[in-house]
């Protein structure tokens, strides 16, 4: 194992790895297992040659060297363990998991290529288009006692009813496809495909129709259609039903002329698609990180056999969205809201018990009435690609929605989770952007598969992807500029100038008290950024909010410093006590950790560590932690009286605040404030920045004590009617 032999030797493994796992029907988590453990031995064992632990002991290629010898090949290269940084070797070794992907990546391209028809059609060949008379829509909510709808069935054939019946529709002996969600889906997450129970309904009726249903789906970025199907239980009621279940990739494949207008202009789609009668679409009610929702269009989107979907990111999905749609409307479109899936989605969703269908004749209108009941005041306006489609006469997405016709009121009604639209432009901007850049289509598409599904199925990641996710939501939202008014700009513009304050103060004692010329490449970088986010998180506070909290933190951090210096806790450089640097570098690490709490909270509130039952919990295991390690560390033996004074009074304080806030929200602040201030800590330390009272590179009870200081800090902001929870300005 060596710098020069791992790279390829992964490379080829994760070829081997993608096509033994398919002969041998492995599932895609048992892949990502064996791939992860195969990284792990390489590094292990090249960790351990780096260190010369052990000589190579391999015949021939070895020849007596060490084992840092022969991971850089010094015979060959003539380059030593001690010419190469060691950052550069982590960054070596950070590579390793990136080889095997990228085999594995290039195995599933070759393997997703498919043989396409040299044939051309066009929208005459379109066996299902016609034209709609008038859009309808009719929407059925269930238990409805007074009109004898009990479930989902009776629901589902009651609004194809109120649209004329199935036999407005399908006619006998008409080809019927049925594009139903599975390859959007994840197994374990009911809310991210179509219910196999409400497809069962409408083939019931299409059967009675005298129709053949065929229920469809194609290969997405992250999965295959048979691989879904089979863990979501397709093709097992497909059996039993006697239905016929196909993948649009694996069918007929031939050319599409969508028109010198259309940013497709000439592209792939199955053939199936044009042999069919009647195209019913029956998506699952969700919602999309990029586009808003994902509903009937966009639904028809998934309908596109070819793999490479970073094209059509490139290209514009709203515009993708919209002009296969235009080729191949679908005549009913019926949106499954049994179940639904509000947050980020479109496969991270938390369910919605909605008991709600939605269907219309007109896929555009069905789609701007299901937004309406999700929270979308005008889906029109506030998704681009039911805009597109309304202003493109497509359909009328101007039909509004009374809620009041409903049998009974949903807490979710109006209400949903979701992305928010401008967040959702922006990050359909910021792929279009990224995508620019060459080879980067080739990363989106494989990336997807891990970043997009398997997270969301991961034992352990599939609890953090939501929020990650969220929290990705909420950075983007608070980066985005908000609409200018004269008061936000004053707002801005305010805070700017007080922050630059304390942070031109810091800098001063950063460089008088002789910290830049000790200080290491580490804790620079580290004041560095929380100089920035510090600057980012200042303007998006409320002014007085931000003030009382850095005027504040300026008051803990002198009473901290002047006595645990004086009682011999620790020392500075300059001897100073307090020490001018960290008397005006706290504001800015506190407003850092309030901003990065703010985004940490999802975490937690997604792993059910939310409410308000355990709230004082974190607080109390701190300050247990804290005076425990202050005893072990035998620091409690040299603690003046006036220390403890001090603490006892934080602990009151931040029991306090902590009592007054949200378990998540406790958590998340303790967390950021215990993971920085130890860092930092541990830096400035390891630089001779600071030294403490008996040698040791970190004591323990220092970074416990960052949180009872933050938490000072707050419940003082907190006893002058400010929640520093609330420090976003609206």
Not at 39 to 61: E, H, N, T
Not at 133 to 139: D, G, R
Not at 190 to 211: I, L, N
């Amino acid at each position: 194992m060596s710098f020069l032999l791992d790279p390829p030797a992964l490379f080829v493994i994760g070829i081997v790895l993608y096509f033994a796992g398919r002969k041998l029907g492995l599932e895609r988590l048992a892949r990502i297992t064996i791939a992860l453990l195969v990284v792990l031995s390489f590094v292990l064992f090249s960790i351990l040659l780096y260190a010369d632990v052990f000589r190579c002991m391999l015949p021939v290629v070895c020849n007596g060297m060490s084992g840092s010898e022969f991971m850089f090949h010094s015979d060959i290269t003539g380059i030593y363990k001690k010419d190469v940084p060691l950052v550069v070797a982590i960054l070596l070794f950070a590579l390793y998991p990136l080889w095997i992907y990228l085999g594995y990546a290039s195995a599933l391209l070759l393997s997703k290529r498919r043989k396409v028809s040299k044939e051309i059609y066009s929208y005459k060949d379109v066996k299902s288009r016609r034209k709609i008379a008038e859009p309808k829509y009719s929407v059925v909510r269930y238990p409805d006692v007074q009109r004898g709808i009990n479930d989902s069935r009776h629901a589902v054939r009651s609004v194809v009813d109120a649209l004329g019946g199935i036999q407005n529709f399908v006619k006998r002996g008409d080809r019927v496809l049925i594009k139903v969600n599975i390859c959007g889906g994840v197994p374990e997450l009911t809310a991210t495909y179509s219910t196999k129970e409400v497809a069962e309904f409408v083939v019931e009726m299409v059967r009675e129709a005298g129709g053949e249903p065929i229920i469809c789906d194609a290969d997405m970025i992250w999965t295959k259609f048979w691989t879904n199907a089979k863990a979501q239980g397709w093709i097992e009621w497909a059996k039993q039903k006697g239905v016929k279940l196909v993948n649009l990739s694996d069918t007929k494949i031939v050319y599409f002329d969508f028109g010198e207008e259309s940013v497709l202009r000439r592209d792939r789609v199955s053939k199936e698609m044009l042999d069919a009668d009647v195209i019913i679409s029956i998506p699952a009610m969700k919602t999309h990180l990029m586009t808003g929702v994902t509903l009937g269009m966009k639904n028809m989107y998934g309908t596109l056999p070819e793999i490479d979907k970073a094209r059509y990111h490139q290209l514009g999905i709203d515009e993708v969205i919209y002009w296969i749609n235009h080729a191949f409307t679908p005549n009913l479109t019926i949106i499954d809201g049994s179940i639904g899936g509000e947050t980020v989605g479109p496969l991270s969703c938390d369910a919605v018990d909605f008991r709600t269908i939605v269907a219309s004749n007109s896929v555009v209108t069905a789609d701007a009435i299901a937004a309406q009941m999700m929270g979308f005041d005008n889906p029109g306006e506030e998704i681009e690609h039911i805009k597109l489609a309304h202003e493109r006469t497509l359909g009328d997405a101007s039909q509004e929605f009374d809620f009041a016709a409903l049998p009974y009121t949903h807490s979710s009604d109006g209400n949903w989770k979701r992305p928010d639209p401008e967040v959702a432009k922006f990050y359909t901007w910021g792929i279009h952007q990224i995508l620019k850049i060459p080879g980067w289509d080739t990363f989106f598409n494989i990336g997807a598969d891990f970043f997009l599904y398997d997270t969301a199925r991961l034992p352990l990641l599939k609890y953090f992807t939501p929020a990650f996710l969220q929290i990705l939501h909420d950075i983007a939202k608070w980066s985005m500029v908000e609409k200018p008014t004269p008061d936000s700009r004053k707002r801005k513009r305010t805070n700017l100038a007080i922050y630059s304050i304390f942070a031109l103060l810091s800098l001063l004692g950063f460089i008088s008290g002789g910290y830049l010329a000790n200080s290491s490449f580490g804790f620079a970088l580290g004041f560095m950024f929380a100089l920035i986010f510090a600057a980012w998180f200042a303007m998006k506070m409320k002014t007085k909010l931000f003030v009382a909290v850095s005027l504040t933190s300026i008051l803990i951090s002198y009473l901290v410093e002047h006595f645990a210096v004086l009682a011999g806790m620790w020392r500075y450089i300059d001897d100073a006590a307090p020490q001018f640097f960290t008397l005006f570098s706290i504001p800015i690490f506190v407003i850092v950790i309030i901003g990065f709490s703010h985004f940490l909270k999802r975490v937690f509130a997604y792993v059910n560590l939310s409410g308000v039952r355990f709230r004082n919990a974190p607080f109390a295991l701190i300050l247990l932690a804290f005076v425990a390690f202050l005893q072990f560390e035998g620091y409690l033996a040299i603690t003046t009286p006036q220390v403890i004074m001090i603490y006892a009074a934080f602990a009151i304080l931040g029991l306090f605040y902590n009592n007054r806030q949200t378990l998540e929200w406790n958590l998340a602040f303790a967390t950021v404030a215990i993971a920085m201030g130890g860092t930092m800590e541990l830096l400035g330390a390891s630089s001779g920045l600071w030294s403490y009272a008996f040698g040791e590179g970190l004591p323990v009870f220092i970074c416990f004590a960052w949180a009872l200081n933050a938490w000072a800090v707050c419940g003082i902001v907190q006893i002058f009617g400010m929640n520093p929870r609330d420090a976003v300005a609206t």
